[in-house]
């Protein structure tokens, strides 16, 4: 199974700007499509953004315009350019591979956390 590690979180003001990364085992062409998910304290997992393996993009509204999703097949590494964040942004993020029916389909990492705030 792909193993994946989320990093690049941290604190940072609102109006600010953070870029993940996953970096994965293996191949993640092998997905369907990867996906970057949060969870803020005392809420359910939700996703933010997905690309699939054809590049094609999707964002949660609250995140459209502000986040941009993508890959590079070649090192296995998934990103999320966060900007103009928002304390409500403030989560734990995470990615995983999807199958064609979007659903997860390795063991969830630990997660990297962003905690936006002045």
């Known amino acids: 199974q792909v193993q994946l590690v989320e990093s690049g979180g941290g604190l940072v003001q609102p109006g600010g700007s953070l870029r993940l990364s996953c970096a994965a085992s293996?191949?993640?062409?092998?997905?369907?499509?990867m996906g970057w998910y949060r969870q803020a304290p005392g809420k359910q997992r939700e996703l933010v953004a997905s690309?699939?393996?054809?590049?094609?993009?999707n964002y949660v509204d609250s995140v459209k315009g502000r986040f941009t999703i993508s890959r590079d097949n070649s090192k296995d590494i998934v990103y999320l350019q966060m900007n103009s964040l928002k304390p409500e942004d403030t989560a734990v993020y995470y990615c995983?591979?999807?199958?064609?029916?979007?659903?997860?389909?390795?063991?969830w990492g630990q997660g990297t956390q962003v905690t936006v705030s002045s």
């Open positions: 995983n591979g999807q199958n064609v029916f979007r659903v997860t389909m390795s063991d």
């Open positions: 293996g191949s993640i062409f092998g997905f369907y499509a």
């Open positions: 690309i699939t393996r054809g590049g094609i993009t």
